[in-house]
């Protein structure tokens, strides 16, 4: 029988949701602008976010009177999505009043850039633009909210739980009500006057045997059990952090060993209380209490394995004979430390944007309006098909975390000159031995050149390409430290011809530190491309199975008609946990970890300028 899931949570907790990413914002300035005569200025920093031009007020720090090189103790916090360009303003100004309006302050100087360009930096130093020239500098630091965080690996066990199935409360009935049936018998056989040892003795017997078959009963019911963990909120309130897998009909169940990040667990907070309930699961999503215990993170770890906690009913508590309802055993604990992703970022890991493009005859011809590699007679940056559009839409977000803007670009299933003999792996900037280009605009700029230069063909093989990349990853899985994590961008327009093979490749590539985007470009069926990307469960072949998922694919026309921003959330949601996952899981700590803000710089040259 296929074991239920857990769904129909009790109460009206909803399912655990991603917690957002929350960072603190330091920010310095040195070398302002003098605006005042008598004395010095008195600047404040506003941040504002980009939005389509429109500008949005975050916060604002404190004024900071008579000091050309203010350091700000008052933080912006906000929150921060990698998968989203998160276009920022800081705008500086002297304040001559105690309102601190800025519409009548004078302007010292602003910066634009992105909060990935900021949280990819261990200080992101910038020139002030003042009126089109360079007048002084700002720093920004970016701290991640929450501390330290840590996983807690728990692999725990019930034993004798209460029964609480709907035959079982009926037989409980019956048996607590054995004791009135004997005392109405004999009433009414006193009343009768009738009564006789024979008939005490008859009533007893019967009594007995009623007793004896319904234990015998009882022994044969059971529970579907799973537990649940609650955080306990600022309010006193709780939320569900963690739920586990239903073991059906049993009253010793063993759970699957499970990981629970700190913070959604009790907010990194040692001493906030963890509420576990365990309930027995019924189909129609009404689940019955079997008990409760609490915990906290301290007495976690301090406990070994063997510790048990007794699940205790609240409407059973202090009632007479009650002891509890079973007890949940730890057969083993853990708790380690773990990196988030904008640890293991501002501690020097790099991403490595990899491109792979599609030049397969099924594209059309280039030099027609049809085509999906039409470009027409524009550039492509200015008339962009939907290789360009999905290649600039997550391009504009990874760019901020790799340092050198270097690009490995490739393309496959063209001919080449002059032999033109089919490749599945060619450089698309022409150079065998060099497929970095420079930024975005480098891999547009040799995508543009190459489309007018091979000759589309086939067949449509990305397992080169894949297996290509993953040769860089693991000469990275070698390293000792997090340095290196490889994001592997595919664009095709058509199922592939080597599934297989890609499959095999891809499951090889599970157990390295790189990712893959596949984006499905026109209006092709891919059904069997959804194969790959393995949300479900983890992607096999034969008796091989992927580590991991690492595969996201998306079709390009579902987002058509949206914006970029769009498209880039939809692919690179996913990455941040697969990096940091995959980095905790090998035990790998960021090049440099960063435990504590680091010392404002004090000064700036202008090549350090973007």
């Not at 910038?126 to 501390?147: K, P, V, W």
């Not at 970890?593 to 404002?600: F, K, M, W």
């Amino acid at each position: 029988m296929a074991q239920p899931p857990p769904y129909s949570p009790p109460g009206t907790n909803p399912p655990p949701a991603a917690m957002v990413s929350k960072v603190e914002l330091s920010i310095s300035c040195n070398g302002l602008r003098d605006a005042d005569i008598f004395s010095k200025s008195d600047p404040l920093c506003v941040v504002f976010s980009d939005i389509s031009g429109r500008l949005q007020e975050i916060g604002r720090t404190e004024r900071i009177d008579d000091n050309l090189n203010p350091k700000f103790h008052k933080q912006i916090v906000m929150d921060y999505h990698f998968e989203e360009v998160q276009k920022l303003v800081f705008k500086v100004f002297d304040i001559d009043d105690n309102n601190n309006d800025i519409s009548q302050a004078d302007f010292l100087g602003k910066l634009e850039c992105t909060l990935g360009q900021v949280v990819s930096s261990t200080n992101f130093t910038r020139a002030l633009d003042y009126n089109g020239r360079d007048y002084g500098t700002i720093t920004i630091h970016a701290q991640e909210q929450g501390g330290e965080q840590q996983s807690v690996h728990l692999t725990l066990k019930g034993v004798k739980l209460d029964k609480k199935d709907w035959f079982d409360s009926f037989i409980k009935i019956i048996l607590e009500g054995e004791a009135k049936v004997v005392v109405i018998a004999l009433a009414l056989a006193i009343l009768a006057t009738a009564i006789t040892p024979a008939i005490i003795s008859s009533v007893i017997l019967a009594c007995l045997a009623v007793r004896l078959s319904f234990v015998f009963l009882s022994s044969l019911g059971k529970s579907d059990p799973f537990l649940e963990f609650h955080r306990q909120l600022l309010d006193g309130s709780y939320a569900l952090a963690h739920r586990t897998e239903v073991k059906m009909k049993t009253l010793n169940p063993s759970w699957k060993p499970m990981k629970i990040n700190s913070r959604r667990l009790c907010n990194n907070n040692p001493d906030g209380v963890i509420k576990v309930e365990c309930y027995d699961w019924n189909k129609s999503g009404s689940h019955d209490l079997i008990g409760v215990f609490t915990t906290t993170l301290a007495e976690l770890e301090g406990v070994s394995a063997g510790k048990s906690w007794a699940l205790v009913h609240p409407s059973k508590k202090g009632k007479r004979g009650y002891r509890h309802s079973g007890e949940i055993i730890a057969e083993n604990i853990q708790i380690k430390r773990e990196y988030s992703f904008i640890e293991y970022i501002q501690g020097g890991c790099e991403l490595n944007f990899v491109v792979g493009i599609d030049f397969t005859g099924s594209n059309g011809n280039p030099q027609d309006p049809s085509s999906l590699h039409y470009i027409g007679g524009s550039h492509a940056y200015r008339n962009p098909n939907q290789y360009v559009e999905a290649l600039k839409a997550v391009g504009q977000v990874v760019q901020d975390y790799d340092s050198d803007q270097l690009y490995p670009a490739f393309g496959f299933g063209a001919r080449l000159p002059p032999t033109w003999n089919v490749s599945h792996q060619f450089s698309l900037n022409g150079d065998p031995h060099n497929p970095d280009c420079q930024g975005i605009q480098g891999i547009l700029t040799a995508y543009e050149q190459c489309i007018n230069t091979v000759q589309l063909y086939g067949p449509t093989n990305a397992s080169p390409i894949i297996g290509n990349v993953a040769r860089m990853a693991r000469e990275a899985l070698h390293q000792q430290q997090a340095s290196n994590y490889y994001i592997l961008l595919m664009l095709t327009d058509g199922i592939l011809t080597d599934m297989d093979q890609t499959i095999h490749t891809i499951i090889e590539a599970s157990e390295l530190p790189m990712s893959i985007i596949i984006i499905g470009v026109g209006d092709a069926d891919f059904d069997d491309m959804e194969r790959l990307d393995s949300d479900d469960k983890l992607l096999s072949i034969g008796s091989r199975v992927a580590k991991r998922d690492i595969v996201q694919f998306v079709p390009f026309r579902e987002f058509k008609n949206a914006t970029p921003a769009r498209l880039a959330a939809a692919v690179l949601d996913e990455l941040p946990d697969q990096v940091s996952g995959f980095f905790n899981k090998q035990g790998k700590v960021p090049p440099c970890p960063i435990t504590n803000p680091p010392a404002q710089p004090t000064h700036y040259t202008r090549n350090n300028r973007s």
